[in-house]
């Protein structure tokens, strides 16, 4: 079975600063890994993804996340926060079967602050 | 690109209705999902169908089922509204095999009164 931990369920930030969202998984065959970002009253959009080959994953409006089999962890990072990055922030995880579903974790809300 | 489009996305219930979410997607995907969103809880998978007349349990399908008739379209149903239900409902749609994004619609805010 798959499982995903968010640590942090809040996360503030400065203008400018580093963000850090972290995600650890636990998988017992080789996972796949999304973050999504959610702004308020609208879906989940995804911002990246791991599926094989590359550890190092960017995805939109300057987001990157590390994969990293030895630590299980997939955090989400992006060098200089921006206001429009409030929201909120979900890892998931899925494995290569068919008719499989995602399984989220329970999100972190990243507050930016001028 | 993909679109999800689920019928409403406000919506007002008394308690002891049938109450049906509608989900229905354009990109010819197998699977489809209706999760649950509460605050702190983050997503919870309520059912899910891999292909047409066929579903999946999730997490928490209790109070609840789904009806997949066609392909582009799953709903949802609760059989008789009761107040903890009230919730934030995202339908999703994706491809078959896992290395493969959902993507969602905008979400249902229902609320049971």
């Known amino acids: 079975a798959q499982s995903v931990t968010q640590l942090g369920s809040h996360v503030s930030v400065s203008e400018g600063a580093l963000v850090l969202l972290r995600c650890n998984y636990s998988s017992s065959v080789p996972p796949y890994l999304f973050w999504y970002v959610q702004y308020p009253n609208q879906g989940l959009q995804l911002l990246l993804k791991y599926t094989t080959g590359a550890t190092l994953v960017k995805g939109i409006n300057g987001f990157e996340a590390e994969f990293k089999k030895s630590e299980t962890s997939f955090h989400l990072t992006k060098p200089s926060a921006h206001m429009s990055d409030a929201a909120e922030y979900f890892c998931?995880?899925?494995?290569?079967?068919?008719?499989?579903?995602?399984?989220f974790g329970k999100g972190t809300t990243l507050s930016v602050s001028s | 690109d993909v679109k999800v489009t689920q019928s409403s996305r406000y919506l007002v219930k008394r308690t002891g209705e049938k109450v049906f979410l509608e989900c229905v997607q354009d990109?010819?995907?197998?699977?489809m999902f209706w999760y649950r969103q509460d605050p702190g809880l983050g997503l919870r998978l309520i059912y899910f169908?891999?292909?047409?007349?066929?579903?999946e349990k999730g997490d928490i399908p209790e109070g609840y089922s789904v009806s997949r008739e066609k392909k582009e379209r799953f709903s949802l149903i609760l059989e008789s509204a009761s107040t903890n239900q009230t919730s934030m409902y995202l339908c999703a749609s994706s491809p078959p095999f896992g290395n493969q994004p959902q993507h969602f619609g905008d979400g249902t805010r229902l609320s049971i009164l």
């Open positions: 169908s891999y292909d047409v007349k066929m579903k």
């Open positions: 998931a995880v899925s494995i290569n079967q068919a008719g499989t579903a995602l399984i």
């Open positions: 990109m010819d995907h197998e699977n």
